[in-house]
């Protein structure tokens, strides 16, 4: 069974960067898409960027233009740069991955937009 496990997040003033990783071990069979979701504070969890197997990217509206999600397939690695932070980027970001049959969730990681 896959277990992903993010890193990358933190504390960040608005305007910075911040680059999200997310290690996928096991052996995946049939991937459709992996993708980074978020939860904010009393909020429902969203769907912030996707990747499709093919390579097919899409954004939120409110990412589009500031955040870039990429795989390394060769590190088993999922990305997601994000420019231009803002303080409602605030969440915890969770890595998704979606096979076939199976969908699994990382654990999350904590990304705060202060000053």
């Known amino acids: 069974q896959v277990q992903l496990v993010e890193s990358g997040g933190g504390l960040v003033q608005p305007g910075g960067s911040l680059r999200l990783s997310c290690l996928a071990s096991g052996s995946i069979v049939s991937m459709r898409s992996m993708a980074w979701y978020r939860q904010a504070p009393g909020k429902q969890r969203e769907l912030a960027a996707i990747i499709t197997s093919g390579g097919y990217t899409n954004y939120a509206d409110s990412v589009k233009g500031r955040f870039t999600i990429s795989r390394d397939n060769a590190k088993n690695t999922l990305y997601l740069q994000m420019n231009n932070l803002k303080p409602e980027d605030t969440a915890v970001y969770y890595c998704?991955?979606?096979?076939?049959?199976?969908?699994?969730w990382g654990q999350g990681t904590q990304v705060t937009v202060s000053s």
């Open positions: 998704n991955l979606q096979e076939t049959f199976l969908t699994t």
